[in-house]
């Protein structure tokens, strides 16, 4: 099969001397708008005509670091914003909407870097996002919280935290589920102690400032998703302060909508998402500076069956 765009991979640095791996996918055309990446795939997106960039967080993927380590959550932002601020600010790329993607954790690192500069930003796919602690999970102790964080440095490397087996809940195509589980480049261990309080610490500020959250904003979650609640989802869409927000529920779904479900389901989901984009892009209400106003004066709730 023809492809209508071309993939490249390239190793940079970052700010604490770590090796980075980025990629990028770019159409043979002048691309609609920029995607970056915070956790997914860009082939899709890039055939529909956008220039899509990511990058391999530390510790993650072909990235340097610890396997799974996340010693500060903001480090992770920080490499993401640093790597994406360049891409964006481009010759090649002036006046082109620029659009973030985050799949589960990455919903996380999305929303954080819309908060540290709303204006640079004009939208955001969102996947499953993880910006919640789920009501139906049971929170820890505070006792048992502040004994964690004395420990959490001393001994941040621990794989101490008990977690159900998130390949089997989150990819519900049996054939796209042993793919995953073959992957080397994916962990699949019990999370780090340091990892875990991270994650709660960011989701639990995330939680409180739902209501911050301004950015044109797209959210799609399985209805049957058991690794982020859906709950979630829809408290972001409720909360938030978002002009231009919308949510799409799918019935029969799991977590892993954009990749573990059936090449159908997938389908799906990502004509939804480019046709979210592609709105976006081709609004005359977008400037030359890449304005940050909303596009769409009303807010809509999709719930749409599956296959």
């Not at 659009?99 to 930003?121: A, E, N, Q, T």
């Not at 073959?182 to 939680?207: F, V």
Request: aromatic residues 10%; hydrophobic residues 35%.
């Amino acid at each position: 099969m023809d492809m209508n765009f071309k993939y490249f991979e390239v190793y940079t640095r970052n700010s604490r001397g770590l090796q980075l791996f980025t990629c990028k996918w770019v159409p043979l055309t002048s691309p609609k708008a920029i995607v970056f990446l915070c956790h997914g795939c860009g082939e899709r997106l890039a055939s529909a005509g956008y220039a899509v960039y990511g990058v391999d967080y530390e510790g993650h993927g072909r990235s340097g670091g610890v396997r799974c380590l996340i010693n500060k959550f903001d480090n992770i932002v920080d490499d993401c914003e640093d790597f994406f601020k360049i891409i964006g600010e481009l010759q090649e790329y002036r006046g082109k909407p620029r659009f973030l993607y985050g799949d589960s954790m990455g919903g996380s690192v999305c929303l954080l870097l819309h908060k540290r500069d709303p204006s640079f930003w004009d939208g955001t796919i969102l996947v499953a996002p993880m910006c919640k602690i789920s009501d139906k999970l049971m929170k820890p102790f505070p006792i048992v919280v502040n004994v964690l964080t004395k420990f959490e440095n001393i001994i941040p490397k621990w794989k101490i935290v008990p977690t159900k087996n998130i390949i089997a809940s989150a990819f519900k195509d049996r054939a796209k589920r042993e793919e995953i589980r073959s992957n080397k480049l994916i962990y699949q261990d019990k999370p780090r102690l340091k990892t875990a309080m991270e994650m709660r610490r960011t989701s639990m500020g995330l939680e409180d400032t739902l209501h911050e959250v301004t950015l044109p904003f797209l959210v799609l979650q399985g209805e049957k998703d058991r690794v982020t609640d859906p709950e979630i989802s829809r408290a972001l869409y409720e909360k938030a302060s978002s002009t231009d927000k919308t949510i799409k529920l799918y019935m029969g779904m799991c977590h892993g909508i954009a990749t573990g479900e059936s090449d159908e389901n997938i389908a799906l989901v990502f004509r939804d998402i480019i046709a979210w984009l592609d709105k976006r892009s081709q609004d005359p209400i977008f400037d030359s500076f890449g304005s940050n106003e909303p596009t769409i004066g009303s807010s809509i709730i999709h719930t749409t069956k599956t296959v």
